[in-house]
């Protein structure tokens, strides 16, 4: 007995989960992992994070890659690990140093926790490294400006942790209780079989670049012809309006004679401008004209 308290000693304080612990995700890793949750809808996806630990506080991800596997609408398998191992070595090869910090699933419509088989997987990976994290990620309920994301860790059941005799460590911090829990994480377990960490978003400048590069038109768009019909209709339809705004703005000139400086400035408050809808629609009118003009020339004299 006295010889078990004395490794205890030897072994110094057990580790306490820390709730300020903060996983900083990159926007290059948020999007992949988003995209690959799409793809499976309604099955769940799951793959791997690159990154690095940066201090005690901090998990850094970088990156991330799928991984191969048969997922369920509610559950996934362990992930393939002769991939994992081809793929660390094809990321070596190519100069990469990060290394594998936790891995990530995706729960279509559900939520984010982790179910009794996501704990198990998180136990498994906790065993190879304490520090390894599970990433939940729910598509469906994402929307644009809101991620519905989660990163969680197992609270350790070791029998020894519950003999120790120093004081707990006093909680300096409430980061990760600031977001409310939802009564369905709460049920599966959240706070007792594991623990919620404050997700953060970093992005460099050249992911920057890349963001707004992916939204932007192909060089090639400005050499299309549009439809004919199609625009013409619509230039058709354009002209009516400019026609109707065109007798709304001649009978606005002739109340001006008959309003004072006041009604003046507030009389288009809530409502078009004719004068600034008919600038406006004219100068599209001509840019479309002129732009087509050129494209058909240009067409002509290419090809």
Partial sequence: ????????????????????????????????????????????????????????????????????????????????????????????????????????????????????????????????????????????????????????????????QMQQVEEPRETTSFIGHLEKPSIKALVRGLNRLYYQMPVAYRMSE????MLVSLNRPIWSAGFETPNFVKRDSQNIDKIKKMAQCAETYRRGILEEESMNQSEMLSRHVGKIDPQAYIRENAEELSENGATQMVRLHLDMSSF
């Fill in 1 to 160: 007995m006295f010889g078990n308290m004395g490794i205890m000693q030897n072994r110094g304080p057990p580790a306490h989960f820390d709730t300020a612990e903060t996983i900083h995700i990159s926007g290059m890793a948020l999007l992949k992992m988003l995209k690959h949750g799409k793809s499976g809808i309604p099955l769940e996806v799951v793959g791997l994070l690159l990154g690095r630990f940066v201090d005690d506080y901090t998990v850094q991800v970088v990156d991330v890659f799928p991984t191969p596997q048969s997922g369920t609408g509610t559950s996934v398998e362990a992930i393939d690990e002769p991939f994992q191992a081809q793929m660390k070595t094809n990321l070596q090869r190519t100069g990469r140093k990060e290394i594998v910090v936790g891995w990530y699933h995706s729960h279509p419509g559900f939520g984010v926790w982790l179910s009794n088989v996501d704990i198990n997987q998180q136990m498994y990976w906790e065993k190879l490294n304490p520090r390894c994290i599970a990433v939940v990620v729910d598509p469906v309920q994402s929307v644009r400006g809101k991620v519905v994301i989660g990163a969680f860790r197992c609270i350790g059941d070791n029998p020894l």
């Fill in 206 to 209: 050249h992911e920057q670049q």
